[in-house]
C-alpha cells in the first residue's frame, strides 16, 4: 500500500525557515516524480513545486520561487522542502504528492504557521 | 496562467441525489483535467483522470465529461459519504498546475 508522512511542520516567525520532510513507502520511490502543494485554512490547493524521479528537473510556482528548494533522496525514499524567508501567508497545510501524470496518491499533510 | 472556475460553491443536495459539479478553464486544457475530493481533515483524493477516466478504486456512481474549457463531474445518486469539497485540476500548463477553487457538496 502506498504510503506518504510528512513530517517538520509547526510554527516560526516570520523571516525563518523550516525544512519539511516526506516519507514515501509501499512503492519504488525512485520511479515516481513528486510534488509539493499546500492548501491554507479555508481555502484551496495551490501547487508549489515539482521533482523529476532523478531530481535533475525542479520547477516552482512564482510565490515560492527564490525562497523555497525541493530535493529528494531516492535512497532514503524521501522528498524534501526547504522553505526560507517564511511570511504569514505561507501559513497552510503542506501536502507531498506522487505524481502519475496527476496526483494519485497524496500524504496527510503537516501544518506550518507562520507568526507575524 | 490557466484560471479553473467551479461552480457553484455550494451545492445542497440529498442523498440519493444526482450531483453536477461545473468546472471552467480560462483557455482550453484539451482533456487534461481531474477531480478531486477532499473531506475534513483528509489528503484529497483522485476521483476523475483525464476529465473522463475513474481512479483506482472509485465508485461507478463518478463519472466526468468534458475537454477544451468546459467540465462536469456527475454523482449519479449521492451517499453520505460523498458529501465533501470537490476540487478540479488541470495539468494542460505542465507542470505549473492550477486547481479550481472547490465546490463544497453539502447535505441538504
Known amino acids: 500500500e502506498v504510503h506518504l508522512e510528512e513530517s517538520g511542520g509547526g510554527l516560526v516567525q516570520s523571516g525563518g525557515s523550516l525544512r519539511l520532510s516526506c516519507a514515501a513507502s509501499?512503492?519504488?520511490?525512485?520511479?515516481?516524480?513528486m510534488n509539493w502543494v499546500r492548501q491554507a485554512p479555508g481555502k484551496g490547493l495551490e501547487w508549489l513545486s515539482y521533482?523529476?524521479?532523478?531530481?535533475?528537473?525542479?520547477y516552482y510556482a512564482d510565490s515560492v520561487k527564490g525562497r523555497f528548494t525541493i530535493s529528494r533522496d531516492n535512497a532514503k525514499n524521501s522528498l524534501y522542502l526547504q522553505m526560507n524567508s517564511l511570511r504569514a501567508e505561507d501559513t497552510a497545510v503542506y501536502y507531498c504528492?506522487?505524481?502519475?501524470?496527476?496526483?494519485?496518491?497524496w500524504g496527510q499533510g503537516t501544518l506550518v504557521t507562520v507568526s507575524s | 496562467e490557466i484560471v479553473l472556475t467551479q461552480s457553484p460553491a455550494t451545492l445542497s443536495l440529498s442523498p440519493g441525489e444526482r450531483a453536477t459539479l461545473s468546472c471552467r478553464a480560462s483557455q482550453s486544457v484539451s482533456s487534461y483535467l481531474a477531480w478531486y475530493q477532499q473531506k475534513p481533515g483528509q489528503a484529497p483524493r483522485l476521483l476523475i483522470h483525464d476529465a473522463s477516466n475513474r481512479a483506482t478504486g472509485i465508485p461507478a456512481r463518478f463519472s466526468g465529461s468534458g475537454s477544451g474549457t468546459d467540465f462536469t463531474l456527475t454523482i449519479s445518486s449521492l451517499e453520505p459519504e460523498d458529501f465533501a469539497v470537490y476540487y478540479c485540476?488541470?495539468?494542460?500548463?505542465?507542470?505549473?498546475?492550477?486547481f479550481g477553487q472547490g465546490t463544497r457538496l453539502e447535505i441538504k
Open positions: 504528492a506522487r505524481e502519475y501524470w496527476y496526483f494519485d496518491n
Open positions: 509501499g512503492f519504488t520511490f525512485s520511479n515516481y516524480e
Open positions: 521533482i523529476s524521479k532523478s531530481g535533475s528537473s525542479i
Open positions: 485540476q488541470q495539468r494542460n500548463n505542465w507542470p505549473k498546475v492550477t
